[in-house]
């Protein structure tokens, strides 16, 4: 079974920028930022949650979002209902509608105190250099991080067995 | 007969909506019946459907063919070499989680792009990467594909090819084809950013929790090489020579082209990788050197003295006079440019450019800036354009959603070039 390193590594890889990495260095940013989730404190959120049903389309399923500026953030139903169907068929009993959106706020909610000083933390533990003159070092933004980060920090807020990074590589297999 | 003219002109325009016959064919079609609506014999000398618009109306825009294949192939190369998608990673390494400063980044390649090449090309250049990236660090998708379009659209006023275009279309010297376009500029820039700034704060950042179903947006971005820093400024060379030193547009372009080759390829592998990328770019450019062929044909037959005493007393009483009147009724008008319309100015648009100047009804410079004008909205917001068809697509939202999205900025920017038209050329 693929680890969630394994599969954060992945995550990176198909996000935009990242086309020519290095596995060495995309390992080390997967397992940085899933390190980086789990020492986040575990905060009751203080967003706004709505509920919607329109989160699935023909080639994308979107589980949650948050807006930054109106802090709050939507919930699928629809899509929380299809991922909990496809856990089912694997036998996750544990993987209810409930569960997932309490893992889709907080999912949410990292993305949400992401938008403060945390970022500039999450960067400088990163490390990644674009620059450097004489003593000084620009760090570049390593996108989808906070991505890695929300999934883990998720997972733990959530109570689920299995990650929210294992449970989109499930929902994903839907497209073949 | 000139209503007959119009009436082809109208079916025309049918044709290519209800997409029965390709624009290109649709517009070869025209060209032919109008020719001999207008009295031109099949063969002969002079005024024939033969020699006028077949011969010599295929070869009208060959300027304009060979820029753009040029265009095409410095394109290629920046695809090839990875000179784009490295620019546009700078550009979020260094933006950061502030999702304007990456937009307006991207923004920027995208002038660049839209200054060498045009279409979709351009917009995959700047966008392959430059669109996830955006909606990766919270842009919203049809704001991500809307910034794309209007980058290139910034960059047409800059545009060696556009100018080649206009200068051929409208019978113009590229002297003031230059001149008129580099005043339009500011105001494209200006309701560009006006867009960006507007529009990614209008609606706060995005973040989604969305799992794709299906794998092809990664799958079309091909790993790359890094191109080294001193090849990043490769789209910039055409446009500083043709700007900067007046070198002709032909030269501008090649110079752009060995530019890119000498900073990112070992010298032993030079004549190969120079010879592949020129083929694929004609690949790239053979749908707008069609178009052109089609297009040339088209002006011939216009321009045809059978054409023009037919249509002129029609048109000049159609056409408003003054500039007040010049400005609201064209402003009232640029929805016309849209889904192919008449004054779409790559398409029947060049037709209607012909006729106001031939037939004496504005100055050929108005007739430049209101095409110039109309290309500014036909170039983002057109729903049947190849690239925002494609920028659309890319970012996972409908093309009819990025015409709302953007066209009561590019309708402004139109207004904006259409005020500027009457003031310099109409008073
Ligand atoms: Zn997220």
């Known amino acids: 079974m693929r680890t969630d390193e394994d599969l954060a590594v992945a995550l990176l890889r198909a996000t935009a920028t990242h086309e020519n990495r290095t596995e060495e260095q995309l390992r080390s940013w997967a397992a940085t930022a899933l390190a980086f989730g789990d020492e986040l ?55 209810t509608p409930d569960a997932l959106r309490r893992a889709a706020v907080a999912h949410e909610v990292v993305h949400h105190r992401l938008h403060g000083g945390l970022a500039r933390d999450l960067r400088h533990r990163l490390d990644h250099v674009v620059c450097r003159v004489g003593p000084l070092r620009v760090r570049g933004h390593v996108v989808g991080a906070d991505e890695v980060v929300a999934h883990r920090y998720a997972h733990r807020a959530s109570g689920l067995r299995r990650s929210p990074l294992h449970l989109s590589a499930a929902l994903a297999e839907l497209g073949g | 007969m000139g209503y007959a003219i ?66 095409s192939w410095l394109g290629t190369l920046m695809e090839d070499t990875g000179i784009a998608s490295t620019l546009v990673r700078k550009i979020v390494e260094f933006g950061g989680e502030r999702q304007v400063v990456v937009a307006l980044g991207v923004y920027a390649v995208a002038v660049l792009c839209g200054s060498i090449t045009g279409s979709a090309p351009a917009a995959m250049l700047a966008g392959v990467v430059g669109i996830p990236a955006m909606i990766a660090v919270g842009v919203r998708p049809v704001v991500a594909g809307g910034t794309v379009l209007m980058g290139i659209a910034t960059g047409l006023p800059l545009d060696l090819i556009g100018w080649q275009f206009l200068s051929d279309a409208i019978k113009i010297p590229i002297d003031q084809v230059r001149s008129f376009q580099l005043t339009l500029f500011p105001i494209v820039l200006a309701g560009s950013l006006l867009y960006i700034l507007v529009e990614t704060r209008r609606r706060g950042a995005r973040h989604a929790w969305a799992v794709r179903l299906d794998a092809k947006p990664a799958s079309t971005r091909v790993r790359r090489g890094d191109a080294p820093w001193y090849a990043l400024v490769s789209p910039a060379v055409p446009i500083v020579l043709a700007l900067g030193f007046h070198v002709p547009i032909v030269p501008s372009l090649l110079a752009g082209v060995v530019y890119a080759l000498l900073t990112t390829t070992r010298p032993g592998k030079l004549g190969e990788r120079a ?95 209101l095409m110039a004008s109309y290309g500014q909205v036909l170039g983002v917001s057109d729903p049947t354009s190849t690239q925002t068809v494609w920028s659309a697509q890319y970012a996972g939202v409908r093309p009819e959603k990025v015409m709302a999205s953007t066209l009561p900025y590019t309708w402004l920017i139109a207004i904006g070039g259409l005020v500027l038209t009457a003031a310099l050329h109409l008073t």
């Open chain 2, 6 to 71: 119009l009436a082809v002109m109208a079916v025309g325009v049918v044709l290519m909506l209800t997409r029965v016959l390709p624009t290109a064919f649709a517009l070869g079609l025209m060209a032919v019946v109008i020719a001999l609506l207008a009295g031109a014999t099949v063969l002969g000398d002079k005024n024939s459907v033969g020699t006028t618009v077949l011969q010599t109306g295929s070869t009208l825009l060959a300027a304009t063919m060979i820029a753009v294949l040029l265009g």
């Open chain 1, 41 to 95: 404190p575990l905060e009751d959120p203080d967003v706004r949650v709505v509920e919607e049903a329109n989160g699935v389309a023909r080639d994308v399923v979107t589980l949650a979002e948050y807006d930054a500026r109106t802090h709050t953030v939507t919930v699928h139903t629809d899509s929380l209902a299809l991922l909990a169907d496809v856990a089912a068929r694997k036998g996750w009993t544990d993987v």
């Open chain 2, 275 to 369: 010879l592949r990328s020129l083929y694929r770019a004609f690949d790239v450019a053979a749908p707008p050197i069609v178009l052109f062929v089609a297009i040339g044909m088209l002006l011939s037959a216009v321009r045809l003295p059978g054409a023009v005493s037919a249509l002129t007393p029609i048109v000049s009483a159609l056409s408003p006079s003054g500039t007040v009147l010049f400005v609201l009724v064209f402003a009232a008008l640029v929805p016309l440019c849209l889904y192919r319309g008449p004054f779409n100015v790559y398409g029947l648009g060049a037709g209607v450019a012909g006729v106001l100047v031939s037939g004496g009804v504005y100055p050929s410079t108005a007739v430049l800036g």
